[in-house]
């Protein structure tokens, strides 16, 4: 049994070239988008960036109402200080 399996390739010219790249480049583009969309944070990862978010922002307030409350001790401190420097001046 003698069989011979012809394989007829078309001639590559620049257009059939061209537009094969075309193909393959588009194929490989479109694999990288759906690669790239899919390593994206998950909604656990998400909910955990917000949540850090949320306490730095609540650190952050909790920092600058102390620094107000000791600037408030501190301007009391300095009135006590001159009411008793206006009594001793006083007497």
């Known amino acids: 049994m003698d069989s011979k399996i012809a394989i007829h390739l078309r001639p590559l010219n620049k257009i059939n070239l061209n537009y094969t790249m075309k193909k393959v480049l588009s194929?490989?583009?479109?694999?990288?988008?759906?690669?790239?969309?899919?390593?994206?944070?998950?909604?656990?990862?998400?909910?955990?960036?917000?949540?850090?978010?949320?306490?730095?922002?609540?650190?952050?307030?909790?920092?600058?109402?102390?620094?107000?409350?000791?600037?408030?001790?501190?301007?009391?401190v300095d009135t006590a200080a001159a009411d008793t420097t206006a009594k001793m001046e006083a007497h």
């Open 27 to 76: 194929i490989a583009l479109v694999a990288g988008m759906f690669s790239f969309i899919a390593c994206g944070p998950s909604q656990q990862e998400k909910e955990a960036a917000e949540k850090a978010k949320q306490d730095s922002i609540a650190a952050a307030m909790a920092q600058d109402s102390m620094a107000a409350a000791a600037a408030a001790a501190s301007a009391m």
